[in-house]
C-alpha cells in the first residue's frame, strides 16, 4: 500500500509538471506592433468602445492604411474605433509554433468573396492595463466553447457577427489578408449563427484610393456604392473635413456613382488630410476616410509612369504592389474584373526621374 501511494504521487507530480509546460509554451506572445494589438500602447484610452460602428468588409478593406506603420501608436480614425462585422468565418488556427504569438488568426469573408482577418490575443498576453483585457478573455472564450484550435487551420463556414479594434498589420502573406492588410484586432466580442444582413445594403469604394491635387489645380475621384443583398437606391456622395482652400464639386453620373471634382485655390493649405466620404441612399449611411494630399506648386516638370499588375487572389497582388513599393511604385487603385483568370488588377504610378 505505501509503494502504491509513493507511485500515485509521482503521477500527480508529473501530471501537474506537463500542465505547467503546456500553459508556458501557449503563452508565447507577439512583438510587431504589440501594444497596439493588445492594448496596452498609450492610445488605446482614445478607442470608443460605448459606440460601436456597424460596418462591411467591403467598406473596411478600402480604407488606406499609413505609410510607414506607426511602432506603437495608433492611426486615427481606423485605429480608434470599433468596427462590428457580420460575415461567414471560413477557417481558423491559433499562431503557435517558433512565430506564433498565440492568437486565435480567423479568416473572415462576404458575399462577394472579399476576405479579412480578425484576431483574439491571449488573455495570458493582454497587460493587465489593457482597457480590452476583460472582452479578449471573454470572446476567447466564447471562441473556445464552440472550437477546439489548433495550429493548423480547420473549416468551420459559419456565419458570426465579430466585433473588434480597427488595425493595420504588415503585410507577410497571412492567409485571408485583406488587400490594405487591415483586421480587426483585438476581436472584443464574437457571436456564432447570427444571420448576416438579410436586407438590401451597399459598400462604398472610391477610384483612386488615394485623393491628390495641387495648389491651384484640381483632380477627380469616382465613388461608386457597391450593391449588396439586391440594393437597387439612389445614392448620394459628399466629403467632409477638406482643408483650407479646398473644395468638392458631386456630379452624380449613376444612380450608384458620382464624380467627386476637388478644386484647390493658390493658397490652398498643403499636407496631408483624413477626408471622409459620405455616402446615402436606401435608409442606409455608410462612409470612408480616405487621404487628401495637397501639393505645393512645383517649379520643375513633372511626369509620371505607370504600370498595371494582376493576380488571381488578394494576396498575391499585395506581394506583388509590396515589391514594386521598393522602386517607388505606389498604388492608385485596385479593381476586381470577374471576366479574368487574374482578377485582382492593380494600377501604380510613380514619378518620371529622367525625361
Same mark, same amino acid.
Given at each position: %500500500?505505501?509503494?502504491?501511494?509513493? %507511485? ?12 505547467? !509546460? ?16 493588445? +492594448? ?18 467591403? $467598406? ?17 480614425? *481606423? ?9 461567414? /468565418? ?10 506564433? $504569438? ?8 462576404? $458575399?462577394?468573396?472579399?476576405? %479579412? ?11 493587465? +492595463? ?104 439612389? *445614392? !448620394? ?10 473644395? *468638392? ?10 464624380? /467627386? ?80 483568370? $487574374? ?13
Amino acid at each position: %500500500m505505501k509503494r502504491t501511494a509513493r %507511485m500515485g504521487v509521482c503521477v500527480w507530480t508529473l501530471v501537474l509538471c506537463l500542465a505547467a !509546460t503546456t500553459s508556458t509554451a501557449v503563452a508565447q506572445c507577439g512583438h510587431e506592433r504589440w501594444a497596439v494589438k493588445t +492594448g496596452t500602447d498609450a492610445g488605446a484610452r482614445n478607442v470608443n468602445v460605448t459606440a460601436p460602428k456597424q460596418t462591411t468588409i467591403g $467598406d473596411l478593406i478600402v480604407l488606406t492604411p499609413p505609410s510607414p506603420l506607426p511602432t506603437d501608436t495608433r492611426f486615427s480614425p *481606423v485605429e480608434t474605433t470599433v468596427f462590428v462585422v457580420n460575415a461567414t /468565418l471560413t477557417d481558423y488556427k491559433m499562431e503557435s509554433g517558433s512565430t506564433g $504569438d498565440s492568437d486565435y488568426h480567423l479568416v473572415l469573408r462576404d $458575399d462577394a468573396g472579399h476576405t %479579412m482577418i480578425v484576431e483574439i490575443p491571449s488573455p495570458a498576453c493582454v497587460g493587465a +492595463g489593457s482597457p480590452f483585457a476583460a472582452q479578449i478573455a471573454a470572446a476567447r472564450a466564447a471562441f473556445d466553447s464552440r472550437f477546439t484550435v489548433s495550429g493548423s487551420f480547420q473549416t468551420a463556414n459559419v456565419p458570426v457577427q465579430v466585433t473588434g479594434v480597427g488595425f493595420f498589420d504588415f503585410f507577410h502573406h497571412q492567409h485571408g489578408v485583406a488587400p490594405n492588410v487591415i483586421e480587426l484586432h483585438p476581436v472584443l466580442e464574437i457571436a456564432f449563427n447570427t444571420p448576416p444582413p438579410s436586407g438590401p445594403d451597399f459598400a462604398v469604394s472610391l477610384m483612386p484610393m488615394n485623393l491628390a491635387v495641387n495648389q491651384g489645380g484640381s483632380s477627380s475621384a469616382t465613388a461608386t456604392a457597391n450593391a449588396l443583398h439586391g440594393f437597387s437606391d439612389s *445614392v !448620394t456622395f459628399g466629403a467632409t473635413g477638406l482643408p483650407s482652400g479646398v473644395t *468638392v464639386a458631386v456630379t452624380p453620373t449613376t444612380k450608384a456613382s458620382s464624380i /467627386l471634382s476637388l478644386t484647390a485655390s493658390s493658397g490652398a493649405s498643403t499636407g496631408t488630410f483624413p477626408v471622409t466620404i459620405t455616402a446615402a441612399g436606401g435608409g442606409k449611411t455608410h462612409t470612408a476616410s480616405v487621404p487628401l494630399a495637397v501639393n505645393p506648386v512645383s517649379t520643375g516638370t513633372q511626369q509620371w509612369e505607370y504600370q498595371l499588375i494582376s493576380a488571381g487572389t488578394a494576396e498575391e497582388l499585395a506581394t506583388q504592389a509590396n515589391t514594386a513599393g521598393g522602386q517607388a511604385w505606389e498604388m492608385v487603385s485596385v479593381v476586381m474584373d470577374s471576366g479574368r483568370t $487574374d482578377r485582382y488588377v492593380g494600377y501604380l504610378k510613380r514619378l518620371k526621374r529622367n525625361f
